[in-house]
């Protein structure tokens, strides 16, 4: 008798600490991130920044311009698989400037695209607080892409000096990190005094104050256009910005025919575009600074946000696993997801 209540209590307390493992390890609460009403979640995705997130053909004529490439389309795919009502109806983007802001008109419900989370992104031009980021699913780091040949000479940034003519995408964290390293701008984007700014109306001769501002989420009015940057002094590079974030192939091409010297841009699309070139391209160097990509959400969309949050912080093991981890196994994210929802 002894013996058989021993193994009925044993039982239960097994079974006990095997339900207790699962909804440690494999938690998948009943709530749902998706609206009340069951609605599809509209996401729009930048649809140039390859191999982040990129529309499948880049022509926006082509019907496949409509679909969702890369490691944050995959992302989502787990996500959708995770749980059955949440549905992303995916609309790219083909203009960045101001990305991020789209959340809060009724367009789009949440946006991405390898959006680096700023501070400086969640106001609108007005200062009030418009956009929430969810934590962080990808890290980024800023770098040097550089003819193979021009490797030693410019390894650093510190080699950057004024006879370098330095590509750099308009708008993005690529060109600001560059003038902030360069000692170009501020931290908070203020041009150095005497820094000269060629646009298509004219030029314009910073006098720094904060009426000649660049930074990552925004720039001074008279500097929108910017083409071409002079610093002041020999000791800082020259920045060119002759291409939109949608003509990579224009810049890389500009790199490899010796119109610009470097390109300042992420490390992800650096190793990129250097393992394409077939060793033509080399990353020289790689900024010591990681800031982290996330999806742009309304401010006022809380609920979704942590829901959502929760979500990317199993799929990516609390950041553990990453783009070099998709990149090795594109499968990753939903194998992960199959776990939360009980299976191996």
């Given at each position: 008798?002894?013996?058989?209540?021993?193994?009925?209590?044993?039982?239960?307390?097994?079974?006990?600490?095997?339900?207790?493992?699962?909804?440690n390890v494999v938690d998948p609460v009943a709530e749902s991130c998706a609206p009340a009403a069951g609605d599809p979640v509209t996401f729009g995705f930048y649809a140039?920044?390859?191999?982040?997130?990129?529309?499948?053909?880049?022509?926006?004529?082509?019907?496949?311009?409509?679909?969702?490439?890369?490691?944050?389309?995959?992302?989502?795919?787990?996500?959708?698989?995770?749980?059955?009502?949440?549905?992303?109806?995916?609309?790219?983007?083909?203009?960045?400037?101001?990305?991020?802001?789209?959340?809060?008109?009724?367009?789009?419900?949440?946006?991405?695209?390898?959006?680096?989370?700023?501070?400086?992104?969640?106001?609108?031009?007005?200062?009030?607080?418009?956009?929430?980021?969810?934590?962080?699913?990808?890290?980024?780091?800023?770098?040097?892409?550089?003819?193979?040949?021009?490797?030693?000479?410019l390894a650093s940034y510190d080699d950057l000096k004024g006879d370098v003519r330095v590509g750099v995408f308009r708008g993005g964290t690529g060109e600001a990190r560059?003038?902030?390293?360069?000692?170009?701008?501020?931290?908070?984007?203020?041009?150095?005094?005497?820094?000269?700014?060629?646009?298509?109306?004219?030029?314009?001769?910073?006098?720094?104050?904060?009426?000649?501002?660049?930074?990552?989420?925004?720039?001074?009015?008279?500097?929108?256009?910017?083409?071409?940057?002079?610093?002041?002094?020999?000791?800082?590079?020259?920045?060119?910005?002759?291409?939109?974030?949608?003509?990579?192939?224009?810049?890389?091409?500009?790199?490899?025919?010796?119109?610009?010297?470097?390109?300042?841009?992420?490390?992800?699309?650096?190793?990129?575009?250097?393992?394409?070139?077939?060793?033509?391209?080399?990353?020289?160097?790689?900024?010591?600074?990681?800031?982290?990509?996330?999806?742009?959400?309304?401010?006022?969309?809380?609920?979704?946000?942590?829901?959502?949050?929760?979500?990317?912080?199993?799929?990516?093991?609390?950041?553990?696993?990453?783009?070099?981890?998709?990149?090795?196994?594109?499968?990753?994210?939903?194998?992960?997801?199959?776990?939360?929802?009980?299976?191996?």
């Open positions: 008798m002894w013996k058989a209540g021993y193994i009925a209590v044993l039982a239960v307390l097994t079974g006990m600490f095997a339900a207790g493992c699962r909804s140039f920044y390859e191999p982040v997130s990129y529309s499948a053909n880049p022509n926006p004529a082509s019907p496949e311009f409509l679909r969702h490439s890369g490691y944050e389309a995959d992302l989502l795919t787990a996500l959708e698989t995770m749980e059955r009502r949440l549905v992303f109806v995916r609309q790219p983007i083909a203009d960045w400037p101001g990305i991020w802001l789209l959340p809060a008109t009724p367009e789009f419900d949440i946006v991405g695209g390898g959006i680096t989370i700023l501070e400086s992104r969640t106001v609108d031009p007005t200062g009030r607080p418009a956009i929430a980021f969810t934590s962080g699913h990808i890290a980024f780091r800023q770098s040097l892409l550089v003819r193979s040949e021009d490797s030693g000479r560059l003038l902030q390293i360069t000692g170009i701008a501020s931290d908070d984007g203020v041009l150095v005094h005497g820094t000269k700014i060629e646009t298509p109306a004219g030029s314009v001769v910073a006098d720094g104050t904060a009426r000649y501002t660049i930074t990552a989420a925004a720039a001074s009015p008279a500097l929108e256009d910017r083409t071409h940057i002079f610093p002041p002094s020999t000791a800082m590079p020259q920045a060119v910005h002759l291409w939109d974030l949608s003509a990579e192939a224009e810049l890389l091409a500009a790199l490899r025919d010796g119109i610009i010297d470097v390109v300042a841009r992420g490390e992800i699309g650096s190793l990129e575009a250097a393992r394409a070139s077939g060793n033509a391209l080399v990353v020289s160097a790689v900024d010591s600074l990681v800031r982290y990509g996330g999806f742009a959400l309304d401010a006022g969309n809380a609920e979704m946000l942590r829901c959502i949050d929760e979500r990317l912080d199993w799929l990516t093991g609390g950041r553990r696993i990453g783009y070099a981890e998709w990149r090795a196994d594109p499968a990753v994210f939903l194998a992960r997801a199959a776990a939360w929802n009980g299976g191996s």
